[in-house]
């Protein structure tokens, strides 16, 4: 009898592993992939902008892209009113949403 214990329960470990293995599987395609594609395409678009581009910060400034420096770029708020911005402060998403209906438009 206890042999027969022994062996279900040992049995259960292995199923217990491969639950654990589904759990971690199902985060990575949930979580983790998602996240990983959406910041490889903010670090392309960051390393593709260019001067003229309409771009939004991530603190809500709209602008135009006056000139590019190696991790800087100058922002043109207003006629001959500009700001130096990071990079890493242009926000892809927001930037699409303020490109769309602009596009749209012509």
Same mark, same amino acid.
């Given at each position: 009898?206890?042999?027969?214990?022994?062996?279900?329960?040992?049995?259960?470990?292995?199923?217990?592993?491969?639950?654990?293995?589904?759990?971690?599987?199902?985060?990575?395609?949930?979580?983790?992939?998602?996240?990983?594609?959406?910041?490889?395409?903010?670090?392309?678009?960051?390393?593709?902008?260019?001067?003229? +581009? &309409? !771009? %939004?910060?991530?603190?809500?400034?709209?602008? @135009? /892209?006056?000139?590019?420096?190696? +991790? &800087? !770029? %100058?922002?043109?708020?207003?006629?001959?009113? @500009? /700001?130096?911005?990071?990079?890493?402060?242009?926000?892809?998403?927001?930037?699409?949403?303020?490109?769309?209906?602009?596009?749209?438009?012509?």
């Amino acid at each position: 009898m206890h042999l027969i214990l022994a062996q279900a329960s040992s049995g259960g470990g292995y199923m217990q592993f491969v639950m654990l293995g589904g759990m971690i599987l199902i985060f990575w395609l949930f979580f983790i992939r998602p996240q990983q594609k959406k910041q490889k395409e903010q670090r392309k678009f960051i390393d593709e902008i260019k001067k003229g +581009d &309409t !771009v %939004v910060t991530t603190g809500g400034i709209h602008g @135009k /892209i006056a000139a590019v420096e190696d +991790d &800087t !770029v %100058v922002l043109e708020v207003d006629k001959g009113l @500009k /700001i130096k911005f990071e990079k890493a402060a242009i926000s892809l998403d927001a930037s699409k949403k303020y490109a769309t209906p602009t596009a749209a438009a012509s």
